[in-house]
């Protein structure tokens, strides 16, 4: 069914210069994992009781996830750094008297959506110009089959989009489902509504995702099973109906945030710098082992389990980085950070070969054709496929952009980060359009980067 759009507020862009300076040096912290950051306040918001969580990632997205749930019915306070939640129950959420808004947040509407299809409530979320753009087909597909009803705006090629309507079921149905796509969110939304279903609810994931989910759900008591079959598959079945404790979380530093600065550090001459207390979960630190592999200067210093979660400190230096063919099996524990493995591949000796990217096109942007061609304004050597970038590195060289040629970067908070990285090594600098975007994810990223130099943008 078909829908209209709600109008959109357009905040005034941000443009910025960044420009090569002095190295990289010292110690930093880098903002809470989003991801854990978003399900702790969801698994916070069910359980019975108060949890306190410190470390939350206190950008526009995971604020937005707060947001919404205070308007479903949990307390959500903040004193300090401490934030507490008291939760509703499983089935205790109430329905919102007003729609949604949530902003430029992916991971909230699809994680929410989840959360909802299983309730007695019916939930309109809507989003800024680049959210109401993306597709929430993949979402709508399995929660549709365990009973919820969706109503979506339809996009010109045919997607479901917000503004979005859900109406949950409850009992829903329990669920056995097959993920076509590798995708943590669909994941996680499914095993969300298996919450509140009598019966086993289970997800199989051909190909392993981010597993923050289901280590937080069997943190919080959740009668949860991992297993694998004999074909490598990985089947994660969740009990519902089982009651939820409340948590003491501390959030690690998010290594998609610390990838940025890990990798200024590896391509500025000279630089040498620690990124503290950042989560190094497998299922997410693909992209240290792909800097690894080419030939990056990069250890895990005061290893650690904080929370069921691996977290260390990442020691970087400089170093002359070598292309590699990136494959395919490691793309899932790094599909956000290609953007800015697509700089460290500029600026590499040699060719890196990228494939299996296409869920990069409707991310918050396509960030496959965004990369492209911003990276060729600034003197690149790529050829842009269907899934993926080829690029022949430049060795540590690339001229630059003027102002008459910023970078754009489509709302799109990544694009933004990855080319203020890319800033620092060319030979003129360069411009983005708006750099307002990172503060959904990273608030004061310019910042630390000139703090990084010891001078200011």
Known sequence: MTSKPTDQTIAEPKPDSFKPGTALT?????????????????????AIGESEI??????????????????????????GDKWTVFGVGIGGLMEPE????????????RLLMGLV??????????????????????????????????????????????????RGLCPAIPLEYRLPVASAQVKSAILLAGLNIPGVTRVIEPVPTRDHSETMLKGFGANVTVETDANDNRIISLVGETELSPQKIKVPGDPSSAAFPVVAALLVPGSDIVV????INPTRAGLFTILQQMGGD???E????????????????HSK????????????????EFPILFIAAAMAEGTTITSGLSELRVKESDRLSRMAEGLNLLGADLIEKEDGLTINGRAGFLPGGTKASAIKTALDHRIAMSFAVAGLVTETGLTIDDMSPTETSFPGFASMLAALQGSAQ
């Open 98 to 109: 007003t729609v949604i808004d949530l902003g430029n947040s992916g991971t909230s509407v």
């Open 298 to 300: 990069i250890r895990f």
């Open 26 to 46: 010292g110690a930093i912290s880098v903002p809470g994992d989003k991801s854990i950051s978003h399900r702790a306040l969801i698994l916070s918001a069910l």
């Open 117 to 166: 299809a299983a309730h007695d409530i019916s939930v309109t979320f809507t989003g800024d110009a680049s959210l109401s753009k993306r597709p929430m087909g993949r979402v709508i597909e399995p929660l549709s089959a365990m009973g919820a009803d969706f109503t979506a705006r339809i996009s010109v090629d045919d997607k479901a989009c917000l503004p979005l309507t859900v």
């Open 321 to 336: 980085l070598k292309g590699i063919a990136v494959p395919a099996d490691i793309v899932p524990s790094m599909i956000d």
């Open 302 to 317: 005061n290893e650690q389990i904080v929370g069921g979660e691996p977290v260390a400190d990442i020691h970087v230096k």
């Open 54 to 79: 410190t470390g939350l990632l206190e950008g526009e997205d995971v604020l937005a996830t707060a947001k919404a749930l205070r308007a479903m019915g949990a307390q959500i306070d903040k004193s």
């Open 276 to 279: 503290e207390n950042v989560g």
